[in-house]
């Protein structure tokens, strides 16, 4: 089971990024984003279940952040506007069979992580 990123990069504060993480092996039910900045443990972002019916979100990136699934890609994607300094991290995707959830330790698939640096 692999999971890889795709999208990171560098922006200005305001502009948008859409992240990409594509699954191989296996169909998850729950796919979900975290991120970890310097010198801080790495926090929930948004999780999304199987069919998209549910999502979650941390409230910091609440109505900026919107995360989607392609199942016919397997893939999960995280679309980040109005960037903030503050949102400049490595994200992580992750996923796990079972319930939809956003705690970090029950997630047993991770990807690679991928760069997001926004500049003020």
């Known amino acids: 089971v692999q999971l890889a990123e795709s999208g990171g990069g560098l922006v200005q504060a305001g502009g948008s990024l859409r992240l990409s993480c594509a699954a191989s092996g296996l169909t998850f039910n729950a796919m979900a984003w975290f991120r970890q900045a310097p010198g801080k443990d790495r926090e929930f972002v948004g999780a999304i279940n199987r069919s998209g019916g549910s999502t979650y979100y941390a409230d910091s990136v609440k109505g900026r952040f919107t995360i989607s699934r392609d199942n016919a890609k397997n893939t999960v994607y995280l679309q980040m506007n109005s960037l903030k300094p503050e949102d400049t991290a490595v994200y992580y995707c992750?996923?796990?069979?079972?319930?939809?959830?956003?705690?970090?330790?029950?997630?047993?698939?991770w990807g690679q992580g991928t760069q997001i640096t926004v500049s003020s």
């Open positions: 992750a996923a796990k069979f079972g319930l939809l959830i956003t705690t970090l330790n029950d997630y047993v698939y």
